[in-house]
């Protein structure tokens, strides 16, 4: 078996910023609308001290914010693009990748697999992975795969078990995530979750890098069935004739649930995975856990360290990206990985809808 590292990481982080008052002012606004239409019931205004005690976010960038806070629309403006253009995600996925292979030293010819991985895929073939091989000039072959908010992981673990076996040397692990077009921005329980963005990994057989890296240790993954985050748009929806602007054709949730469900899941998760390994908890420096809520972070972190993790030890960026699905443990991690040491342990993990779980172990060599 071939070792394998991670040698490169690139964020692509959209220019548009709505803050949490941004957000609020459009929401009641929109909300005010609809009462003096006569909804019912009537929805209440939400706010950005809630927003920010309930989740720790502070504001999220997205691809098109006049769109998600015009109060007669609210959702983004993606205006559709001829089919010989680059495609929204595999534009995204080229600034984030170009950026990954420069820090790995890597030409893009050199990569034989392009694994795109995200919560959503803005065409149903060919594949995005496809087209981000042929924008970039990378060799192989590409596919896309979808495990919701642990997209990231499960892709780590396909490529890494690739190059471990030897069918591939190098790869490229994207997940462009444009959340702002699956969440409901006009439901107040959810309206704040969300923003976009594009990460990418190159992992390399560790014998051909050449540069600072991370030993992958080891990876697992776990799934269980829940609905409990949960989106029906799909291919069928015709089919059902049910073109009309649904509800459940943006991403659900019983926030609730999903928090007393995920939560032991993960800590048990993690706690086998590194058991298993050999590693104690006294052993990590770093979590670059999943960003979708501090709370949930902050309780993980505890339970993994068996004590309050200092911000050095977890990293959020939550507050300033929001939840970015399968982006955000990797947001975290190419933020907040450059001084780790020689021999310093750090651990990715996501998890979400699906229920789904992955966990990387890495050594800094
Ligand atoms: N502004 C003001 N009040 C709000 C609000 C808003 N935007 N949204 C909800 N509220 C109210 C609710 O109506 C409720 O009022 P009530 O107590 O009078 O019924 C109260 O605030 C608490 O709502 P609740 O939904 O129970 O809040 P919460 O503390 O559970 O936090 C989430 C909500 C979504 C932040 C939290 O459940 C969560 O993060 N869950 C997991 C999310 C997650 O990881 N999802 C994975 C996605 S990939």
Known sequence: MNNVAVTGSGVFTPRQ????????AAFNAYADRRNAEGADPSIPHSSSEFIRSASGIEQRFVLDKSGVLDP???YPRLPARPDDAPSQMAEMAVAAATDALA?????AGAVDAVICAASNHERAYPAIAIEIQELLGTGGFGFDMNVACSSA???????????????????????????????????????????????????EREDLAGGDRFLIESTRCATQFSNNIRNNDGFLRRTRDAMDDRRDMQFMQNG???????????ASHIADHMAAEGWQADDLKRMWLHQANKSMN??????????????????NILQDYANTSSAGSIIAFAQHSADLQPGDRGLICSFGAGYSVGSVLLTRV
Not at 298 to 315: A, C, H, S, Y
């Open 153 to 203: 992981t499960f892709g780590i673990q396909a490529a890494a078990d690739m190059i471990r076996a030897g069918s591939i040397e190098r790869a490229l692990v994207v997940n462009p995530e444009i959340c702002s077009a699956h969440l409901e921005w006009r439901d107040r329980d959810c309206h704040f979750i969300f923003g976009d963005v594009c990460t990418a990994l190159v992992l």
């Open 103 to 107: 820090q790995a030293g890597v030409d």
């Open 17 to 24: 910023v709505i803050t949490n008052d941004e957000l609020v």
């Open 298 to 315: 902050d309780f993980i972190g505890r339970k993994v360290l068996g004590r309050v993790p200092t911000p050095e030890e977890q990293p």
């Open 72 to 74: 007669d629309r609210m």
């Open 256 to 266: 609730r649930k999903v928090f007393k469900e995920v939560l032991p899941m993960v």
